[in-house]
Protein backbone atom coordinates (compact mmCIF):
# COMPACT_ATOMS: atom_id res chain seq x y z
CA UNK A 1 0.00 0.00 0.00
CA UNK A 2 1.04 3.71 -0.70
CA UNK A 3 1.22 6.44 1.62
CA UNK A 4 0.82 9.97 -0.60
CA UNK A 5 3.01 12.58 0.98
CA UNK A 6 1.17 15.37 2.52
CA UNK A 7 2.91 19.04 2.14
CA UNK A 8 4.35 18.68 5.63
CA UNK A 9 5.23 15.60 4.69
CA UNK A 10 8.96 15.11 2.70
CA UNK A 11 8.25 11.78 1.21
CA UNK A 12 6.01 9.11 -0.02
CA UNK A 13 6.17 6.36 1.13
CA UNK A 14 5.28 2.54 -0.11
CA UNK A 15 5.10 -0.44 2.43
CA UNK A 16 5.12 -4.51 1.03
CA UNK A 17 5.57 -7.40 2.56
CA UNK A 18 5.58 -11.30 1.80
CA UNK A 19 5.73 -10.51 -2.25
CA UNK A 20 6.78 -13.22 -4.46
CA UNK A 21 9.79 -12.04 -6.42
CA UNK A 22 7.43 -12.66 -9.60
CA UNK A 23 5.25 -9.26 -9.67
CA UNK A 24 6.99 -7.14 -7.22
CA UNK A 25 7.90 -4.66 -9.77
CA UNK A 26 4.47 -4.46 -11.11
CA UNK A 27 3.30 -3.57 -7.94
CA UNK A 28 5.46 -0.58 -6.78
CA UNK A 29 4.54 0.70 -10.37
CA UNK A 30 0.81 0.53 -9.35
CA UNK A 31 1.31 1.95 -6.31
CA UNK A 32 3.29 5.00 -8.14
CA UNK A 33 0.49 5.35 -10.30
CA UNK A 34 -1.52 6.43 -7.56
CA UNK A 35 1.03 8.86 -6.15
CA UNK A 36 1.41 10.17 -9.84
CA UNK A 37 -2.83 10.60 -10.07
CA UNK A 38 -3.53 12.24 -7.04
CA UNK A 39 0.23 14.17 -7.27
CA UNK A 40 -0.72 15.49 -10.79
CA UNK A 41 -3.91 17.26 -9.62
CA UNK A 42 -4.03 21.02 -7.67
CA UNK A 43 -3.95 20.54 -4.08
CA UNK A 44 -8.08 21.34 -4.19
CA UNK A 45 -8.85 18.81 -6.57
CA UNK A 46 -7.23 16.35 -4.27
CA UNK A 47 -10.09 14.46 -1.96
CA UNK A 48 -10.14 11.13 -0.49
CA UNK A 49 -13.31 9.03 0.56
CA UNK A 50 -14.75 9.50 4.15
CA UNK A 51 -17.72 7.89 5.93
CA UNK A 52 -19.33 9.71 8.69
CA UNK A 53 -22.26 8.40 11.77
CA UNK A 54 -24.82 9.16 9.37
CA UNK A 55 -23.32 7.75 6.48
CA UNK A 56 -22.88 4.15 8.63
CA UNK A 57 -26.70 4.98 9.56
CA UNK A 58 -28.05 5.37 6.15
CA UNK A 59 -25.90 1.84 5.29
CA UNK A 60 -27.64 0.49 8.52
CA UNK A 61 -31.32 1.17 7.03
CA UNK A 62 -30.55 0.06 3.61
CA UNK A 63 -29.78 -3.32 4.81
CA UNK A 64 -31.43 -3.81 8.19
CA UNK A 65 -34.03 -6.62 7.09
CA UNK A 66 -30.85 -8.77 5.68
CA UNK A 67 -28.71 -7.98 8.75
CA UNK A 68 -31.88 -8.81 11.49
CA UNK A 69 -32.07 -12.50 9.32
CA UNK A 70 -29.05 -13.30 9.60
CA UNK A 71 -29.13 -12.00 13.53
CA UNK A 72 -31.01 -15.55 13.77
CA UNK A 73 -27.48 -17.68 13.40
CA UNK A 74 -25.02 -15.16 13.64
CA UNK A 75 -24.92 -13.48 17.35
CA UNK A 76 -25.06 -9.51 17.50
CA UNK A 77 -21.38 -8.96 18.98
CA UNK A 78 -20.22 -10.35 15.86
CA UNK A 79 -22.81 -8.97 13.30
CA UNK A 80 -21.24 -5.35 14.48
CA UNK A 81 -18.00 -5.94 13.70
CA UNK A 82 -18.65 -7.81 10.53
CA UNK A 83 -21.07 -4.78 9.50
CA UNK A 84 -17.71 -2.80 9.96
CA UNK A 85 -15.54 -4.52 7.25
CA UNK A 86 -18.84 -5.28 5.00
CA UNK A 87 -19.27 -1.21 4.99
CA UNK A 88 -15.75 -0.23 4.96
CA UNK A 89 -14.67 -3.59 2.22
CA UNK A 90 -17.63 -2.11 -0.30
CA UNK A 91 -16.19 1.45 -0.13
CA UNK A 92 -12.83 0.81 -0.47
CA UNK A 93 -13.95 -1.60 -3.42
CA UNK A 94 -15.82 1.29 -4.90
CA UNK A 95 -13.61 3.89 -4.68
CA UNK A 96 -10.37 1.71 -5.55
CA UNK A 97 -11.32 -0.36 -8.33
CA UNK A 98 -11.98 2.57 -10.98
CA UNK A 99 -8.80 4.12 -10.06
CA UNK A 100 -7.23 0.49 -10.45
CA UNK A 101 -8.55 0.12 -13.93
CA UNK A 102 -6.78 3.47 -15.10
CA UNK A 103 -3.49 2.50 -13.51
CA UNK A 104 -3.43 -0.81 -14.96
CA UNK A 105 -4.35 0.44 -18.36
CA UNK A 106 -1.53 3.42 -18.39
CA UNK A 107 0.70 0.06 -16.80
CA UNK A 108 -0.26 -1.91 -19.41
CA UNK A 109 -0.01 0.32 -22.29
CA UNK A 110 3.78 2.25 -21.34
CA UNK A 111 5.80 -0.29 -19.53
CA UNK A 112 5.87 -3.50 -21.77
CA UNK A 113 8.56 -4.57 -19.82
CA UNK A 114 5.81 -4.80 -16.67
CA UNK A 115 3.28 -7.18 -18.48
CA UNK A 116 4.26 -10.44 -17.83
CA UNK A 117 4.67 -9.49 -13.58
CA UNK A 118 1.29 -7.53 -14.15
CA UNK A 119 -0.74 -10.67 -15.29
CA UNK A 120 0.59 -12.27 -12.13
CA UNK A 121 -1.18 -9.50 -9.75
CA UNK A 122 -4.22 -9.53 -11.91
CA UNK A 123 -5.16 -13.19 -11.82
CA UNK A 124 -4.38 -13.16 -8.35
CA UNK A 125 -7.13 -10.45 -7.66
CA UNK A 126 -9.27 -12.20 -10.25
CA UNK A 127 -8.72 -15.30 -8.40
CA UNK A 128 -9.34 -13.53 -4.87
CA UNK A 129 -12.73 -11.68 -6.32
CA UNK A 130 -14.41 -15.10 -8.11
CA UNK A 131 -13.69 -16.66 -4.26
CA UNK A 132 -16.61 -13.74 -3.42
CA UNK A 133 -19.34 -16.01 -4.97
CA UNK A 134 -18.60 -19.17 -3.00
CA UNK A 135 -22.19 -19.95 -1.25
CA UNK A 136 -20.52 -19.90 2.57
CA UNK A 137 -19.45 -15.93 1.89
CA UNK A 138 -23.20 -15.69 -0.19
CA UNK A 139 -24.97 -17.29 3.29
CA UNK A 140 -23.82 -14.78 5.82
CA UNK A 141 -23.45 -11.88 3.59
CA UNK A 142 -26.58 -9.29 3.12
CA UNK A 143 -27.33 -9.94 -0.06
CA UNK A 144 -26.98 -6.20 -0.93
CA UNK A 145 -23.49 -6.63 0.08
CA UNK A 146 -22.84 -9.66 -1.86
CA UNK A 147 -24.21 -8.44 -5.01
CA UNK A 148 -23.16 -5.03 -5.05
CA UNK A 149 -19.10 -6.01 -4.52
CA UNK A 150 -19.86 -9.12 -7.30
CA UNK A 151 -21.13 -6.66 -9.70
CA UNK A 152 -17.87 -4.60 -8.88
CA UNK A 153 -15.77 -7.70 -9.40
CA UNK A 154 -17.40 -8.33 -12.57
CA UNK A 155 -16.17 -4.85 -13.97
CA UNK A 156 -12.71 -5.55 -12.88
CA UNK A 157 -12.79 -9.33 -14.64
CA UNK A 158 -14.61 -7.33 -17.63
CA UNK A 159 -11.85 -4.20 -17.81
CA UNK A 160 -9.06 -6.53 -17.30
CA UNK A 161 -10.10 -9.15 -20.29
CA UNK A 162 -9.93 -6.87 -22.36
CA UNK A 163 -6.78 -5.30 -21.40
CA UNK A 164 -5.07 -8.41 -21.23
CA UNK A 165 -6.87 -10.62 -23.64
CA UNK A 166 -7.38 -13.57 -21.50
CA UNK A 167 -11.13 -14.67 -20.64
CA UNK A 168 -11.72 -13.66 -16.59
CA UNK A 169 -15.35 -13.35 -16.65
CA UNK A 170 -16.72 -16.91 -17.04
CA UNK A 171 -17.44 -17.59 -13.42
CA UNK A 172 -19.82 -14.64 -13.67
CA UNK A 173 -21.76 -16.31 -16.83
CA UNK A 174 -24.71 -17.69 -14.91
CA UNK A 175 -25.39 -14.64 -12.35
CA UNK A 176 -27.28 -11.45 -12.98
CA UNK A 177 -24.03 -9.51 -12.44
CA UNK A 178 -22.95 -8.75 -16.16
CA UNK A 179 -25.71 -6.81 -17.36
CA UNK A 180 -24.93 -3.59 -14.16
CA UNK A 181 -20.85 -4.73 -14.41
CA UNK A 182 -20.59 -3.60 -17.96
CA UNK A 183 -22.29 -0.76 -17.41
CA UNK A 184 -19.74 0.61 -14.83
CA UNK A 185 -16.74 -0.45 -17.57
CA UNK A 186 -18.77 1.44 -19.88
CA UNK A 187 -18.38 4.60 -17.83
CA UNK A 188 -14.46 4.03 -17.77
CA UNK A 189 -14.35 3.15 -21.93
CA UNK A 190 -16.53 5.92 -23.22
CA UNK A 191 -14.52 8.58 -21.46
CA UNK A 192 -10.46 9.66 -22.25
CA UNK A 193 -8.38 9.06 -19.00
CA UNK A 194 -8.00 12.66 -17.36
CA UNK A 195 -6.39 11.87 -14.63
CA UNK A 196 -7.82 12.16 -10.64
CA UNK A 197 -10.33 14.62 -11.09
CA UNK A 198 -12.10 12.42 -13.31
CA UNK A 199 -11.99 9.18 -11.03
CA UNK A 200 -13.79 10.99 -8.59
CA UNK A 201 -16.01 11.75 -11.35
CA UNK A 202 -16.24 8.06 -12.51
CA UNK A 203 -16.45 7.25 -8.76
CA UNK A 204 -19.14 8.77 -8.57
CA UNK A 205 -21.11 7.47 -11.79
CA UNK A 206 -20.62 3.86 -10.16
CA UNK A 207 -22.24 5.03 -6.37
CA UNK A 208 -25.31 6.70 -8.38
CA UNK A 209 -25.84 3.66 -10.37
CA UNK A 210 -25.08 0.85 -7.48
CA UNK A 211 -26.81 2.89 -4.55
CA UNK A 212 -24.23 3.90 -2.67
CA UNK A 213 -23.86 7.36 -3.01
CA UNK A 214 -25.32 8.32 0.50
CA UNK A 215 -22.33 5.80 2.10
CA UNK A 216 -19.37 8.20 1.95
CA UNK A 217 -18.39 12.13 0.96
CA UNK A 218 -15.36 13.61 -0.27
CA UNK A 219 -12.84 15.18 2.13
CA UNK A 220 -9.66 16.91 1.13
CA UNK A 221 -6.23 14.93 0.78
CA UNK A 222 -4.44 17.69 3.39
CA UNK A 223 -7.08 17.65 6.13
CA UNK A 224 -6.30 13.45 6.79
CA UNK A 225 -3.26 13.41 10.25
CA UNK A 226 -0.37 12.41 8.75
CA UNK A 227 0.03 9.69 10.97
CA UNK A 228 -2.24 7.70 8.88
CA UNK A 229 -1.09 4.11 8.57
CA UNK A 230 1.35 4.24 11.38
Known amino acids: MVKIARENMPSHLIYYKNISPGNIDH ?7 HIYRMMSVPTEHRKIPASSVGNRQIAITKIENELHELSK ?18 IKELTNFP ?6 KWIFDNYPELRKAQKITIEKQIRENVHALSLDI ?7 IYDTANIMNYAFALFMESLVGKKYTSP ?3 TNYPEVGSKLVKFLNDTKDE ?3 QDIEIINKWSNLLGLTDW ?11 NYFD
Open 73 to 90: NIPIDKLNPLFEIWFNGI
Open 195 to 197: GYK
Open 216 to 226: FYWTDFEDVPV
Open 138 to 144: KNMTPVF
Open 172 to 174: YKR
Open 27 to 33: LIAHECG
Open 99 to 104: VDMRIE
